[in-house]
Structure formats: structure tokens, C-alpha cells
């Protein structure tokens, strides 16, 4: 008994046995799940209009479960959302969406979520409200991180689904009577920022399905991030482009200048300053997630500055290295030949060793600093969630 239940802990540890209490319980297991994003040919896309039957699809979980209308067939109404991650409208109304399932679920309303997004579509540049992208892996952590309540469901590799119900932008409801015909699609509510609404008008819509009348306002206009279709390649290309041809240069710094860039002053920005040198194995791997961060937040109120340790004889390699990482930032390198300057100048909280990383508010305040390699995640959460930052508008 003992070994029959620990094999059945195992199986459910990994997402074969066990059904968690928010999924349909009918829902299609998947060992094992592998995105691939496509590319996707250009069209026009029509959103689905009311009246017509709910598209069928086939996609898998954050659960590692594949789904279809067949999983929730027993529901009097079925409202499909989507949704994705890195938008700031659609994480505004993440908690109002989980609200609604909580609210709706015991009136028989069945709630899925869809995330429209090709990988593939997606610019470093418009994750600036997050701290995930749009990919397989990212929509499980934010599952994990708000603790959804409804499947979240991805659509990323063809987005096959999605082209059949035709989301113009995250987050768009469609709400679907029993006998699956459209009966609203549109916004949750007129309200963006969080704590001013609560989904009045997919409740409104909702509760005349339930009452088997019509809807008053059938469609209403939707507002968020555009759906990042898969033809929509060349703006990536081009953004990556524009990035690579930027000036790259070096500038040296002396202990009075570290301090003078650790006090942050005259700055509405927070500052993420890294120490590294050419010869640090963990900073050469590393260095070009910074280079990520500045791409993601640097339009908002954030800058990366980057200081080499190496030897001022060295400037050239350094600057070579610089470019080949496509280091469009603020650059510097300690130009005084006594290392122990450079620590005793950033200060007690750096034991010296390489790589330090510290995250600055104006004024010199210390937000974070690590010492050794950073966990990238955990940093953009740091710096998405600072108040001068956030992940709504």
C-alpha cells in the first residue's frame, strides 16, 4: 500500500495522476508538453461574431493537460479569456478575472483563459510591465504566481485557435450561452486600473445568459496589447537591428566617480549598476541578460550601467567584448590601478569578489544587491514591482 500510494504521489508531483481542483476533471492528460513556435502566414483576422458557434480547439495547460470544448461541456455558460502575461491591461485584470471564476463557478459557469501570443511576435521591448514573456514556460509561473483559478491554455505555436475567434487585443471575453453560440465579446469592464470596477459588463452579459435573455450590449470595444500574431516577425527583426547598430562605448571611472554613481542623485530612475571584468567566467556568461533588462524597462524609469574591474591597459578588450554583446549602455571602466579603491569605494555590502550587482532608487537608497551570479527572474520581479515601475499603467 505504501509503495502504490508513494508511485501515485510521484505521478501527480509531475502532473500525470492527479487533477487539480480548478481543472475540468475530464481533461485530456499530456505526458509531456514541447512548444514550438511557427512562423505564421499573414491574414486577416476577424473577430467572431455573435450568434456563431464556438470554435473548437485543442491546446494544452499550464497543466500540462490538453483541453477542448468537450471539457466543459456541462457548463450552462462557458466565458473564454484571452489573456496573456506581459501585458500591463491584462495583468490589471488578472485578479478581476479570478474573482468572476470564483463568483460564477457555482452558478455553473465554466471560465478558460487563452494566451493568443506568438512567442516569436514578442519584443524585448514591450515587456517593460513584466517581469515573464508570453512563451509556455512563463505562463506556467504566472499560473503559479497568482494561483489562477481556471485553465490557462496556450495557443502560441500556430495560434490556430486563436485565429478562429479573433481577439483583437488582451484581454477580450467571448461568452458563449449552453448551446455554445456567441452571445457577448468585448471588454470585462470600462475600468483599467485594478480596484475601480469588477467585470460589470461581463457580469451583466453573463447573468442575461443565464437568464436566458438577451444581452443588452453584445459587443463592446475591447482596449489592451494588440495580439502578437506569428507574421508579425519583422518588427522583432528590425527592433533587434536597431539595437545591434547603437553606439558602444567605454568610459573610465575613478573611485570619486563610483560614489558620485552609487548616490544616484539627480535621477528619476533606478539604476542597476554591475561589476564585472573579462576575466570573470559567471560575468561574461551573465552579462548579456543585462543587456536584456535594459531592452525590457529602459523606455521607463530605468537605466544599466555597466563597470568593468579590468586593468585600464585593457580598455580595448574590454570595449571589444562590450560590442560584441551589443552593450548599448552606459559603460565604464576603473581606470585606477588599485582594485581595493574600487571596493572600499562601492562600499561594506561587496566583499570584493566578481560579479556584484546592485539596484539603486534616486538618492542612492539600495533596492537589491547580490553577490555571484544573478537569478534574472527574481531581479525583474524586483524591478517590475518597485513603485516607480509596476505593472500597470
Known amino acids: 500500500m505504501k509503495t502504490i500510494t508513494f508511485f501515485a504521489l510521484l505521478l501527480c508531483g509531475i502532473g500525470w495522476a492527479c487533477q487539480s481542483p480548478s481543472q475540468p476533471a475530464n ?11 511557427q512562423p505564421v502566414p499573414s491574414q486577416t483576422v476577424k473577430t467572431l461574431e ?6 473548437d480547439f485543442n491546446l494544452p495547460g499550464v497543466d500540462g493537460k490538453f483541453y477542448s470544448l468537450k471539457d466543459f461541456k456541462d457548463a450552462r455558460a462557458l466565458v473564454i479569456v484571452f489573456t496573456c502575461n506581459h501585458c500591463p491591461t491584462a495583468q490589471a485584470y488578472e485578479d478581476r478575472i479570478m474573482a ?9 459557469v465554466e471560465v478558460v483563459a487563452i494566451s493568443p501570443n506568438s512567442p516569436l511576435g514578442l519584443l524585448y521591448e514591450e515587456l517593460g510591465y513584466s517581469d515573464l514573456n508570453d512563451d509556455y514556460k512563463d505562463m506556467q509561473r504566472r499560473a503559479e504566481d497568482k494561483k489562477f483559478n481556471f485553465p490557462y491554455l496556450y495557443d502560441g505555436d500556430t495560434e490556430t485557435a486563436s485565429l478562429q475567434y479573433g481577439p483583437a487585443a488582451t484581454p477580450q471575453v467571448f461568452v458563449f450561452d449552453q448551446e455554445r453560440k456567441l452571445r457577448y465579446t468585448g471588454r470585462l469592464d470600462r ?11 461581463l457580469r451583466a452579459a453573463t447573468d442575461a445568459v443565464l437568464a436566458g435573455q438577451a444581452v443588452k450590449e453584445p459587443v463592446t470595444q475591447t482596449f489592451g496589447c494588440s495580439t502578437k500574431w506569428g507574421w508579425k516577425l519583422d518588427l522583432r527583426t528590425k527592433a533587434d537591428a536597431d539595437w545591434a547598430n547603437k553606439e558602444v562605448k567605454v568610459t573610465g571611472i575613478d573611485a570619486a566617480g563610483i560614489r558620485s554613481l552609487l548616490k544616484n542623485e539627480g535621477s528619476d530612475k533606478l539604476r542597476l549598476i554591475n561589476i564585472w571584468a573579462t576575466w570573470c567566467g559567471p560575468c561574461v556568461l551573465e552579462y548579456p541578460e543585462f543587456i536584456v533588462l535594459q531592452r525590457m524597462y529602459g523606455a521607463r524609469d530605468f537605466e544599466f550601467v555597466s563597470v568593468s574591474a579590468d586593468k585600464a591597459e585593457k580598455e580595448a578588450k574590454v570595449l571589444e567584448f562590450l560590442k560584441s554583446k551589443q552593450s548599448a549602455v552606459t559603460n565604464y571602466l576603473f581606470m585606477e590601478p588599485d582594485k581595493y579603491a574600487l571596493t572600499e569605494a562601492i562600499g561594506k555590502d561587496w566583499n570584493g569578489a566578481l560579479p556584484y550587482t546592485v539596484l539603486l532608487e534616486p538618492g542612492g537608497k539600495v533596492v537589491w544587491s547580490h553577490q555571484g551570479e544573478v537569478d534574472f527572474r527574481a531581479l525583474k520581479r524586483v524591478i517590475v514591482e518597485h513603485p516607480l515601475m509596476g505593472r500597470v499603467y
Open 191 to 201: 475600468s483599467e486600473k485594478p480596484g475601480t470596477a469588477n467585470a460589470d459588463d
Open 27 to 37: 481533461a485530456t492528460s499530456a505526458a509531456v508538453f514541447v512548444a514550438n513556435p
Open 50 to 55: 455573435t450568434g456563431a458557434a464556438a470554435p
Open 100 to 108: 468572476f471564476t470564483h463568483d460564477y463557478k457555482p452558478k455553473g
